[in-house]
């Protein structure tokens, strides 16, 4: 079965750093793209950025580019998604998922279960 | 950047109905289009990609049409499990949602 597996809730003060993770297992971790997306409280869904493991080619929508760092650590299979400074607006739901790519069309599949990411003074 | 417009944001409907989600791009996008379901608390899960391609295992009362900027997403008779949010998506941009509910 395809999973990925995401890290924990984490509660953060603006200003600090943070990395979370996303570990696939089922698949061949570096022929599938791996892409971020966010949601808001009460929001909807917003593209953050898309990562190749196999070669860390890694795309990032404009506004998300110099926000955040994704990265992947091929030998174990884990994807991670990364902040320098937290802002209160970070303050979201942060789902990774299995990329599909070809040409201008891409898609998700599955999903991992989200990590709920606070930012709170 | 390319827009993407659903419509409507929100619909109410009963077991039984047939129900069309509406999402127009600002431009031409080919048939570069996916379906996501949303439910309350859960990750989205994937219905249709490529405009028309039903995803494995996904119900065939959902089905997909739509090329250029005109695309629909069509359930064709509701049962209980389908009221969720649904969004469209094309590239790096994802539509506002559709709110499903019972009426």
């Known amino acids: 079965e395809v999973q990925l597996v995401q890290s924990g809730a984490e509660v953060k003060k603006p200003g600090e750093s943070l990395k979370i993770s996303c570990k696939g297992s089922?698949?061949?971790?570096?022929?599938?793209?791996i892409g971020w997306v966010r949601q808001m409280p009460g929001k909807g869904l917003e593209w953050m950025g898309i990562i190749y493991p196999h070669d860390s080619d890694t795309r990032y929508s404009p506004s998300f580019q110099g926000q955040v760092t994704i990265s992947a650590d091929k030998s174990i299979s884990t994807a991670y998604l990364q902040w320098i400074s937290l802002k209160a607006s970070d303050t979201a739901m942060y789902y990774c998922a299995r990329g599909f790519l070809t040409g201008s069309n891409n898609w998700f599949d599955p999903w991992g279960q989200g990590t709920l990411v606070t930012v709170s003074s | 950047d390319i827009q993407l417009t659903q419509s409507p944001s929100f619909l109410s409907a009963s077991v039984g109905d047939r129900v069309t989600i509406t999402c127009r791009a600002s431009?031409?996008?080919?048939?570069?289009l996916a379906w996501y379901q949303q439910k309350p608390g859960k990750a989205p899960k994937l219905l249709i990609y490529a405009a028309s391609t039903l995803q494995s295992g996904v119900p065939s009362r959902f089905s997909g049409s739509g090329s250029g900027t005109e695309f629909t997403l069509t359930i064709s008779s509701l049962q209980p499990e389908d009221f969720a949010t649904y969004y469209c998506q094309q590239g790096i941009t994802f539509g506002q949602g559709t709110r499903l509910e019972i009426k």
């Open positions: 089922g698949y061949i971790f570096t022929s599938y793209w």
């Open positions: 431009q031409g996008i080919s048939s570069y």
